[in-house]
């Protein structure tokens, strides 16, 4: 495949690799485009919410990858965030790819990427689906239930099967267990079902929960997986991969990986034949986006009682759009100041109330008609923001643009400007 070809390059790539400051280039990327948007004269759009995209954290979050979890390929889940460049850079870095649909597929192989490298992970898949993906050699998917095997069985008999299994997702962000899995008492009669259906079983896999956060979970898949493995051998199929599906945050990830590496070495240990791949979304990509918006409106809310003045703030972008992730993901996004009063003051902290002082209350709201277009209920400033300033919000890039609607007839395709702070990211970009 091409990241063979390209080996002493790559190579050369990654040993040159020059680290510089992330928030020194996040700030001059944000600097040189909000100074650019005038708000009396701009025409529509030129104010329009953006994305500063640092591909130099995609990158360290690979090296991080491979530090904890060298034996598990990680197969990048498009879902989660399906950046063209974040694409382009992880199939340099020599990632599979999980996709869910048609349109991932085809995105994945247009950058080059070799079938093989591709898992469609979705256990119950469109008919017209199953046979496009057969007509272009991508050949593992996953599987849960007898239904999809009947459906297999019909459209592609030729496939590499990965028996998705249940898991505890019980301490999950976005339970999944509710939808897919088949239940520890319904393997065998999955496995003895794909026999009789002359199937090729090559694998299981699993999935955790996205945004897990009890590493018990890990440990219990893989014994579970390790059973059906043993089931399989008397079912005639050898399982050759396991996957560990996704799940991974970065504020946990060493413990998870410590955990899930320790019971990968129990129960599947290194030499014993099984490959181990992984289909990690969020832990790529959340840390890598940061988000500008404007404040196109403001309601000064007085209570006389109270003897108190607060303000709602309107910006540009909310729940139906890249904001998406609080009522998808349930994340709490956290505003801070990027622009106010034309000073740039991203990164500084001089729009935080100083210790002891209340500061001014805003609540934030997205730009739609809708009431639960909520961001904030409450953020305290230091300052009095007005139409025209900027906003930021840090680890946007998981579950966010991917489910941004037009709802309102707002866009939902921003711009993205990408900075390096791995010279390294960008050195394998160009080659
Ligand atoms: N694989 C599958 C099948 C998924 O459904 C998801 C997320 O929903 C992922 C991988 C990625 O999960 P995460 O972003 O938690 O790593």
């Known amino acids: ?33 909000v100074g650019a948007v005038n708000h009396e004269l701009c025409d529509p759009g030129e104010e329009d919410t953006f994305f500063v995209a640092d591909l130099g954290e995609v990158y360290r979050q690979h090296l991080r990858w491979k530090k904890n979890l060298p034996r598990v390929k990680p197969f990048y889940a498009v879902k989660c965030n399906p950046d063209p460049k974040v694409l382009q850079l992880l199939a340099a870095l020599g990632t599979g790819f999980d996709c869910a649909s048609k349109g991932e597929i085809e995105q994945v192989l247009g950058l080059g990427v070799s079938p093989d490298h591709i898992i469609y ?10 046979r496009y993906v057969k007509s272009v050699g991508v050949k593992q998917m996953t599987f849960d239930n007898a239904d999809e095997l009947h459906k297999i069985a019909k459209l592609f008999p ?35 079902l794909a026999k009789e259906l002359g199937l090729n079983v090559v694998g299981v896999s699993f999935h955790v929960g996205s945004g897990a956060s009890d590493p018990a979970a890990f440990r219990k898949a893989v014994v579970d997986a390790h059973t059906v493995f043993q089931q399989a051998l008397t079912y005639g199929f050898h399982l050759r991969v396991l996957d560990v599906g996704g799940g991974f945050c970065g504020e946990t990830f060493e413990t998870m990986a410590g955990v899930l590496d320790d019971a990968l070495a129990e129960y599947f240990p290194s030499g014993c ?9 969020r832990f790529y990509v959340a840390t890598a986006f940061t988000i500008a918006c ?46 106010a009063g034309g000073q740039t ?21 997205g730009p739609t008609c ?10 305290r400033f230091n300052r009095i923001l007005d139409v025209g300033d900027w906003l930021y919000f840090e680890n946007m890039g998981a579950y966010t643009k991917c489910s941004a609607t037009q709802f309102n007839g ?16 960008k050195a394998l970009l160009d080659l």
Request: hydrophobic share 35%; glycine share 6%; with cysteine.
């Open 158 to 192: 030729g496939a590499e099967l990965f028996l998705r299994i249940m898991t505890d997702d019980t301490s999950s962000l976005c339970r999944l267990s509710m939808k897919f899995g088949a239940p520890m008492d319904t393997t065998e009669s999955l496995l003895a």
């Open 370 to 379: 809708d009431g639960i277009d909520l961001i904030s209920q409450s953020t």
């Open 273 to 281: 034949g099984v490959d181990i791949i992984a289909e990690p979304g």
């Open 294 to 339: 404007n404040i196109i409106a403001r309601r000064t809310v007085d209570d006389p009682a109270a003897k108190t003045t607060s303000y709602m703030a309107y910006i540009n972008d909310g729940v139906y759009g890249n904001f998406s992730s609080i009522m998808f993901d349930h994340q709490h996004p956290v505003a801070k100041i990027l622009h």
């Open 1 to 33: 495949n091409h990241v063979v070809k390209k080996k002493p390059q790559y190579l050369g790539a990654l040993q040159n690799n020059v680290a510089v400051d992330p928030k020194q280039l996040i700030g001059e990327a944000f600097h040189q485009r």
């Open 410 to 425: 707002f866009p939902n395709a921003h711009d993205t400007i990408y900075v390096y702070s791995e010279s390294g990211a």
């Open 121 to 130: 992970a979705q256990p119950c898949k469109t008919n017209s689906y199953v």
């Open 345 to 365: 003051l991203y990164n500084t902290y001089a729009a935080e109330p100083a210790p002891g002082d209340e500061g001014i209350e805003y609540s934030i709201w």
